[in-house]
């Protein structure tokens, strides 16, 4: 059985395309299916939440939700997160994929999870998972879509609709998103490469133009059968005319081509 997780920044498409692998029907990746943020208990991500959860929250939870979230997990046993806590988890939630026939159990983790547990990726490694590790080639989309999520409150919904907007964005946070994402991405290439675990690097724009194609060497690094997942009713949540949701978008044109990044922000 391949064990892997599919990676990324925030707002590169991480959430869609786990949903979609998911929906393949040799893997073993659980997704809750959310209606709110509010209600971001999601299975898709267990090691997202980083912190105790409140108890009548947990007591509801724990009651209906397999697998279990690390936290509410740990909360449930009344362990620290230290690494035989992480061991343990990982063993009962690749049993689970064992136990229903998967030919491949994984999990969706974005890179500020994964730096906020120290060790994982060296963990992970040491498990023999894999990574499918999902980048943007347009970085002023993706600032974009981070700051536009953050004013929406909203950074993932199915078949949503904003009602709100237009919104302003502040052109420092803008260039300092930027420069951010090409920071960690770097960054975290450079890791999964030191610490030699198995990587296969897909990007966000090839999965717009072609999912059957997009698709094809993700399933074979799986080691699974060449059928397209059906595809997610996860939102595309910024359109491609920007300057239909950003009040100040002559003040970001105007930043972008400072930068030479004026012609990404026509582009997907």
Known sequence: MQKFIVFGRGRSGTTVIADEISRHPEVDLPVERIEHEDQLWERIEPFGRGAEPAFEEAESVVAQWEPLTYDL???QHGVADDLPARIAYLEQF???GQAAGAKAVGFKIIDNQMGERVGLAELLAHRD???VNIHRRNVVRHALSGLLAR???VFNERNYRDTGGPYPIDV????????????WVQFWDQGFEKIKIRTLNVFYEDFLADRAAFHAPILEFLGLSSRTPATSDFSKMVPKDLSSVIVNFEEIQASCSKYGLAGMLGQP
């Open 73 to 75: 997990w740990r909360w």
């Open 94 to 96: 690749e049993a689970r």
């Open 129 to 131: 998972y894999s990574v």
């Open 151 to 153: 004013q929406r409150g």
């Open 172 to 183: 420092h946070e803008f260039e300092q998103a930027v420069a951010h994402i090409r920071h």
